[in-house]
């Protein structure tokens, strides 16, 4: 492709207004255009790295004996009633109606309808296992979205689904598209790490993500600095310290003026926060909730709305709180009734706690579980902070920012049983189809790979994924030797199969170096009148800060090693 053809604009500067450097950078390098909020375009360069990651994904998916199909895009609404999930999507979840009044939708994943179509096949155990996947359009209408192509409301991903007769079956299913996501990111050139995850809103009883490590991250990954242990903040555990355990004592009103928070409450009284109990309130749908903490901890609150079965969950306002008679910055679960009380753990790592007398102005001390209140759910509840203690070991957990690139499930049967997808066994009897589903978010690949190789001149591509593998910078191109030998290299690389892009643009040396810098292909050729007294050419790989000048003739021949290397 000649550059002078190309259906693209870079940017001298890249807008200011963007929060990740992908962003950035795929608007400056001409990639996207921005539809509208959450919604891009991908122009040719990026489409052309994108249809490259769709192919390493078929190639590994299918070399784990997964098989691609494609599925339809507006989806009977009743469906996603059927299991459930019409209720937990919420407001995230597109939905529209025909012409004729029949509700649909534009499905966020496709655990639904896969299932549905599943169902329609499937006779008999001797028709399992397999494993099903496609490539397309989802929707997800994200109250903010972020970060260029990290978060959107419209996203290309690949969604594959395991079917089995067994748990044991799913394990090993499991592991193949783990192996398969560890190739894929692999051959793609980006450097992931395995965590446990959350199943959200999909559901199951283990997942893992596989997470891009960057500053500019959304998620925070917690990670022991000395075993292999590794969980996403919402999923992540550590060892709660124990509190040195004193002889009870009785409840006691202790006047605390004007204290309504924690430090306020450890300053006035001279205690530590451990030694402290902290209510926070929330409204799950309709439902009012009392959440308890150790003081010197932080409520998760993914962790909390799992407890409660999922879910909306959000922070109850003031006048909800007043309504049950309750003080903000003096209230705890002391005497309280009607209310559901959910409590971590760590309240029964200590004891003699101060807390709230649900009177303004007091607080009590000589607090004690069960003895003086009991939690309907005692779990953890406990958000995962810096330095904290590692679960498997002694070493010391640390956070870190990543942006989630894929994510793996295991469902069971939570889809099958209430769907009714069903086999019959060996011996005839119907039982559920044990289900695992997969995603990757294509997208995100070319985006991550550039939040992860970047620098202060624009994107460097791997090249597995990039738009083309060698930029042919022609300067003096009014040169007519100089434009001769650039078309006569440009046709060879492209007959020996390399994909070329020349810059025969009437630009300045300075403009070509910098968009090709911006666009970050691999290598960049240089054919100059310079080059040509000398006859020979300047190579730079895309990552090195000088290049070097070979013979003319030798051009397509170091191109091609070096690509190969």
């Not at 199951?204 to 925070?220: C, Q």
């Not at 922070?315 to 559901?340: D, F, M, N, W």
């Not at 003699?352 to 579980?369: P, V």
């Not at 930029?471 to 100089?482: C, G, K």
Request: with cysteine; charged share 25%; hydrophobic share 35%.
């Amino acid at each position: 492709m000649k550059l002078s053809r190309l259906f693209v604009r870079t940017l001298r500067d890249g807008p200011s207004d963007t929060e990740l450097i992908s962003h950035k950078l795929l608007l400056q390098a001409g990639m996207v255009h921005q539809v509208s909020s959450g919604v891009y375009s991908y122009l040719p360069l990026a489409w052309r790295s994108l249809r490259k990651i769709e192919q390493i994904i078929r190639e590994e998916m299918d070399n784990s004996g997964a098989q691609e199909v494609k599925l339809g895009l507006l989806q009977p609404r009743e469906i996603w009633q059927k299991s459930g999930r019409d209720e937990i999507y919420g407001p995230d979840m597109i939905r529209l109606q025909d012409r004729r009044g029949r509700q649909l939708v534009l499905p966020p994943t496709n655990e639904e309808l896969m299932t549905e179509t599943v169902k329609s096949v499937i006779q008999s155990y001797r028709d399992l296992p397999f494993n099903l996947y496609h490539i397309q359009t989802k929707f997800r209408d994200e109250p903010r979205p972020r970060g260029g192509l990290i978060r959107v409301r419209e996203f290309d991903m690949m969604d594959a689904y395991s079917f089995d007769m067994d748990t044991e079956g799913l394990d090993l299913s499991y592991d193949l598209m783990i192996n398969a996501y560890v190739n894929i990111f692999k051959r793609c050139g980006i450097e992931t790490v395995i965590v446990e995850a959350d199943s959200g809103a999909i559901g199951g009883k283990d997942s893992k993500e596989f997470i891009l490590l960057s500053d500019s991250g959304e998620d925070t990954i917690v990670m022991c600095d000395y075993c292999s242990y590794a969980a996403n903040g919402e999923k992540s555990e550590f060892t709660k310290l124990s509190v040195r355990s004193e002889p009870l004592i009785s409840q006691k009103e202790v006047p605390t003026p004007g204290v309504k928070t924690i430090p306020q409450l450890c300053e006035y009284l001279s205690v530590s926060p451990e030694k402290t109990l902290k209510s926070v309130f929330y409204k799950s749908g309709r439902e009012f909730v009392i959440a308890v903490i150790r003081g010197d901890l932080e409520i998760n609150e993914v962790k909390l709305k799992n407890s409660i079965g999922g879910g909306d969950l959000r922070l109850a306002t003031r006048e909800e709180v007043a309504e049950q008679g309750l003080i903000s910055g003096s209230a705890s679960p002391v005497g309280v009734e009607g209310i559901k009380v959910i409590a971590d753990d760590s309240i029964n790592l200590g004891n003699n706690f101060l807390a709230g007398a649900n009177k303004e102005g007091y607080h009590l001390s000589g607090i004690n579980h069960p003895r003086d209140f009991q939690a309907e759910i005692l779990t953890d509840i406990a958000l995962v902070e810096d330095g904290f203690r590692c679960p498997n070991c002694a070493g010391t957990l640390h956070t870190r920012r990543g942006i989630e690139i894929g994510h793996v499930f295991k469902l069971g049967t939570r889809y099958s049983e209430s769907m009714e997808a069903m086999f019959p066994d060996q011996e005839g009897n119907l039982q559920p189809i044990v289900m695992g589903c997969y995603g990757i978010g294509v997208g995100r690949i070319l985006a991550g790979a550039i939040e992860q190789h970047a620098d202060d001149r624009g994107i460097i591509f791997p090249k597995a994924i990039s738009p083309y593998e060698v930029i042919l910078t022609s300067l003096n191109t009014d040169n007519i030797e100089v434009m001769e030998a650039s078309e006569k290299m440009y046709a060879e690389m492209s007959q020996a199969g390399i994909e070329v892009l020349w810059d025969n643009r009437q630009e300045s040396a300075g403009v070509k170096f910098n968009d090709a810098d911006l666009l970050g292909m691999p290598l960049r050729v240089v054919v100059s009148s310079r080059n040509m007294e000398n006859n020979v050419v300047e190579i730079k790989i895309r990552n090195e800060q000088q290049g070097y000048t070979i013979p003319i003739q030798n051009c397509n021949e170091e191109v091609a090693r070096l690509l190969e290397k």
